[in-house]
T-cell receptor, first 113, second 116 residues
């Protein structure tokens, strides 16, 4: 379970705050992903990075800003969020963009007040 | 666009018994992968089993097996000899096999309860 780590595990923020979620993978993978998991809804892919280049951006509002400084680290910068953004945010990695298996982190439970 | 449907929000099974979780999908592609992921209360999602669409043989991993019906676009998961540790959310997922495709399509999940 230590292959993909996420911090913090829980985050409560006001709508005017700025915060960042961090993901780190220790698997030597080249692709990293951000997902949003809301209750009773399918996982929503937000962003995909391959070799630090963003290759997928699924119509995510600009209040979510990803950053991938290297292939081991992925950030999700948050600002002026809405209460409906409260969810579990999952990070995942895979060997490359063609690898079919993804390895997931434990997630960050975000609550926007 | 591809879709994945899990029609059972919740299932229960007695310990040591067998349970089958249903999944149907829709796609116009001929080459793809199908997966079952498990998300226990600790939240870390792990891969349970995968199936390549070009393979007719159903995948098996220990107590977990699938019934893959390509024509019917059905992909069910059978858990034999259920254990308390099998209690979790189970997600069915689809991924295109075409190069340059990064997107997984997930179902809404089935919560499995295992009764002692």
């Amino acid at each position: 379970e230590t292959g993909v780590t996420q911090t913090p595990r829980h985050l409560v923020m006001g709508m005017t705050n700025k915060k960042s979620l961090k993901c780190e993978q220790h698997l030597g993978h080249n692709a990293m992903y951000w997902y949003k998991q809301s209750a009773k809804k399918p996982l929503e892919l937000m962003f995909v990075y391959s070799l630090e280049e963003r290759v997928e951006n699924n119509s995510v509002p600009s209040r979510f800003s990803p950053e991938c400084p290297n292939s081991s680290h992925l950030f999700l910068h948050l600002h002026t969020l809405q209460p409906e953004d409260s969810a579990l945010y999952l990070c995942a990695s895979s060997q490359d963009e063609r690898a079919y298996e993804q390895y997931f982190g434990p997630g960050t439970r975000l609550t926007v007040t | 666009a591809q879709t994945v449907t899990q029609s059972q929000p919740e299932m229960s099974v007695q310990e040591a018994e067998t349970v089958t979780l249903s999944c149907t999908y829709d796609t116009s592609e001929s080459d793809y992968y199908l997966f079952w992921y498990k998300q226990p209360p600790s939240r870390q999602m792990i891969l349970v089993i995968r199936q390549e669409a070009y393979k007719q043989q159903n995948a098996t991993e220990n107590r977990f097996s699938v019934n893959f019906q390509k024509a019917a676009k059905s992909f069910s998961l059978k858990i034999s000899d259920s254990q308390l540790g099998d209690a979790a959310m189970y997600f069915c997922a689809y991924r295109s096999a075409y190069l340059g495709t990064y997107k997984y399509i997930f179902g809404t999940g089935t919560r499995l309860k295992v009764l002692a």
